[in-house]
Every structure is written in C-alpha cells, then in structure tokens.
C-alpha cells in the first residue's frame, strides 16, 4: 500500500485512520532520540531520516542525487514498517536489537535484513526503539556505509 504525499505531514494525513496513533507516536520517538546531522524528510515513498548531502554530500551510491538514507517509516498493507539500515550493516547491533526485543514484547520478532514488521501495533515497543535510534551518529553510520561498501 503506498501512501501518495509529497510531505512527511501530508504522508500522516494520508494514511488509514486507524494507524494515525502509531505512526505519530512513532514519528515522536524518533525525532526526540535522532542524533544532530539526520534530517527527515519523505524518501522512497516513507518517512525518511538521511544524512543530508551538507554533511556527506557523496550521497547514496545508488543515486548520488539523494542523501544517504539511515531509517525510515511506513504504513504498509499488513503492517507498519521500521526499516533501520544500521541494523542491516551491524551485526553487534543487530544482536544487541534482537536480545532486547523480548525484554520488550511478549509476541514474536518479525524482522528482515533491515524492516522491522509490527502487525500488533499496540505492542510497537517505543522505549526500545528509541535506545536503538539513539546508538548511531551520522558519522558512525558514514563510517559503516562506506566501510560496507568497499568489502
């Protein structure tokens, strides 16, 4: 299900009713831990937090045009996405991440290599989230990028 918007406000005005809470919350959580240097703004269709090109302005390798992308958020058609990239390229991170998830909720992780799928939204654990978007700078994430992209 893709939300048609132009801005990460007219993407939340856009998207089922029902899902509203959630994705606000979530947005909430994510803006008051996001180190300085990640910017949000709509991108690939989502709610997007990149690393502007002002502060790596090689871009992502991809496209160079766009900034390099970090998290993002959606309402998809099942489910409301959590698509972290730090996790993808950190396995210590995506460890950590999965041990403290069950401290966290009592259902099942569905996870992919960097999405994280909540069907429960009552059970988005936000305080966990919020630890792990605080454990990344923009430069922690430059380094990764990069050091992911020469192997």
Not at 69 to 88: D, R, T
Not at 120 to 140: A, F, H, N, T, V
Not at 144 to 150: A, G, I, Q, R, S
């Amino acid at each position: 299900m893709r939300v048609e918007a132009a801005t990460v406000q007219e993407y939340l005005e856009n998207i089922p009713e029902e899902r509203k809470p959630y994705m606000n919350k979530l947005r909430e959580v994510i803006l008051k831990n996001l180190p300085d240097g990640f910017q949000e703004e709509l991108s690939y269709g989502m709610i997007g937090y990149v690393v502007p090109h002002s502060v790596y302005p090689e871009g992502y390798h991809c496209d160079p045009k766009l900034p390099l992308p970090f998290l993002s958020i959606a309402s998809q058609k099942n489910f409301i996405g959590f698509y972290h990239m730090g996790i993808y390229a950190n396995k210590e991170l995506y460890d950590w991440f999965v041990d403290e998830y069950y401290k966290h909720s009592k259902y099942k992780l569905d996870m992919g290599k960097s999405c994280i799928r909540f069907k429960r939204m009552d059970d988005i654990p936000y305080d966990l989230l919020g630890e792990l978007i605080q454990k990344m700078s923009p430069e922690e994430w430059i380094d990764l990028y990069e050091n992911n992209l020469k192997r």
